[in-house]
């Protein structure tokens, strides 16, 4: 079993930057890539980073340029830094850890206020 849950999501104004983190746990060793989506109300949840185990990193065009995604092996976390958001940027965002299956978090309530 894997466990998935986000944190550091919260109220920040236009312009701002927020830090997600996405603590993995349980049968880590079958996890390869990692991957942070965000879904607002009304719309289909979006891809916004993925980070594979060797480090590689892709970013959806909307993010590219405000957004990192980065991975520390030895505390088992993602972390998406998000710089320059916007009101637009007000989403539930989820992690998703991923090998033969994919496992999700709950997810994080981020709010940009204008």
């Known amino acids: 079993q894997v466990q998935v849950v986000e944190s550091g999501g919260g109220l920040v104004q236009a312009g701002g930057s927020l830090r997600l983190s996405c603590v993995v746990s349980?049968?880590?060793?079958?996890?390869?890539?990692m991957f942070w989506y965000r879904q607002a109300p009304g719309n289909m949840r979006a891809l916004i980073a993925t980070?594979?185990?060797?480090?590689?990193?892709t970013y959806g065009d909307f993010v590219k340029g405000r957004v990192t995604i980065s991975r520390d092996h030895a505390k088992k976390t993602v972390y998406l830094q998000m710089n320059s958001l916007k009101p637009e940027d007000t989403a539930v965002y989820y992690c998703?850890?991923?090998?033969?299956?994919?496992?999700w978090g709950q997810g994080t309530q981020v709010t940009v206020s204008s």
């Open positions: 349980g049968s880590i060793f079958a996890i390869n890539d």
């Open positions: 980070i594979t185990r060797g480090g590689g990193t």
């Open positions: 998703a850890a991923c090998g033969d299956t994919c496992h």
